[in-house]
């Protein structure tokens, strides 16, 4: 579960009068929400393609986290056709991750999430249909 980030900043100041002892004291309480694992490409939950064809998932969750893949909750490794890319966005807080699959197969299809390892959340699934790439072909019989 994602939950609230309670960061704390306080700083004391030292005056000339004071000799070096604190003269006054402040703080500040910076509450924020972490950011939650989310899939955000593609926006359809459900994604066809046709055997040898490209696909790229991309998930964002919070900077503080690692990002994994997953087909039917068995994780995902770089492997023949199947790579992660990794990004960073310290503006927003947000760390990115892409999963690409090059030269799709008929076994790649399934459910696909990604998950925030630092509080084991997963992101909303996309199933993948993978199509032959038959095309159909028409016979005519001449007598």
Same mark, same amino acid.
């Given at each position: 579960?994602?939950?609230? =980030?309670?960061? *704390?900043?306080?700083?004391? @100041? /030292? ?11 402040? %703080? !500040? ?41 997953? =087909?039917?909750? *068995?994780?995902?490794?770089? @492997? /023949? ?11 927003? %807080? !947000? ?44 016979? *005519?019989?001449?007598?």
């Amino acid at each position: 579960m994602f939950g609230w =980030l309670l960061l *704390t900043y306080s700083f004391k @100041s /030292r005056s000339a009068i004071g000799h070096g002892r604190p003269s006054s004291a402040a %703080g !500040v309480v910076l509450i924020s929400r972490a950011v939650p694992v989310e899939l955000v490409e593609p926006i359809s939950r459900h994604k066809r393609v046709r055997v040898g064809s490209e696909v790229m998932f991309k998930c964002k969750a919070d900077i503080h986290t690692t990002i994994s893949w997953y =087909l039917n909750s *068995t994780r995902l490794i770089d @492997s /023949r056709g199947v790579y992660v890319t990794r990004g960073v966005d310290r503006s927003g %807080g !947000v760390a990115t991750s892409e999963l690409h699959l090059q030269g799709v197969r008929r076994g790649d299809g399934g459910r696909y999430s990604c998950r925030s390892e630092q509080d084991s959340t997963d992101s909303d699934s996309v199933v993948l249909t993978v199509r032959d790439t038959q095309q159909r072909t028409s016979i *005519t019989h001449v007598l």
